[in-house]
Nanobody
Framework: VQLQASGGGLVQAGGSLRLSCAASGRSFSNYAMGWFRQAPAKERDFVAAINWSTNSTVYADSVKGRFTISGDNAKNTVYLQMNSLKPEDTAVYYC??????????????????WGKGTQVTVSS
């Protein structure tokens, strides 16, 4: 199983970025796909998750209304559209997969399959 994240970069506050996570190596039909982030000297925190089959989603309170997670089953790719970015969104963003519900992925990251991170930097 491989998860390949891309799309990070440097953006000014108020700007937008779209992250992509390409998944390969198995069927993810019963999986939740999610995004987590880790700022320097902080723990890795949940951002958003989606169920491949039902498209149900869940978000961290800090990103609700600004970030949107979506999936393209045909491409086995999950996206994170990030709008109205703030300096506090600066972090390394990680893609994750786990055979569970999105709500469960929000509760714990135990058991996640991880991809390599992509850096997002928001300047003030």
């Amino acid at each position: 199983v491989q998860l390949q994240a891309s799309g990070g970069g440097l953006v000014q506050a108020g700007g937008s970025l779209r992250l992509s996570c390409a998944a390969s190596g198995r069927s993810f039909s019963n999986y939740a796909m999610g995004w987590f982030r880790q700022a320097p000297a902080k723990e890795r925190d949940f951002v958003a998750a989606i169920n491949w089959s039902t498209n149900s989603t869940v978000y961290a309170d800090s990103v609700k209304g600004r970030f949107t997670i979506s999936g393209d089953n045909a491409k086995n790719t999950v996206y994170l559209q990030m709008n109205s970015l703030k300096p506090e969104d600066t972090a390394v963003y990680y893609c994750a997969a786990r055979r569970t519900a999105p709500q469960a992925m929000r509760m714990t990251s135990r058991g996640n399959i991880w991809g390599k991170g992509t850096q997002v930097t928001v300047s003030s």
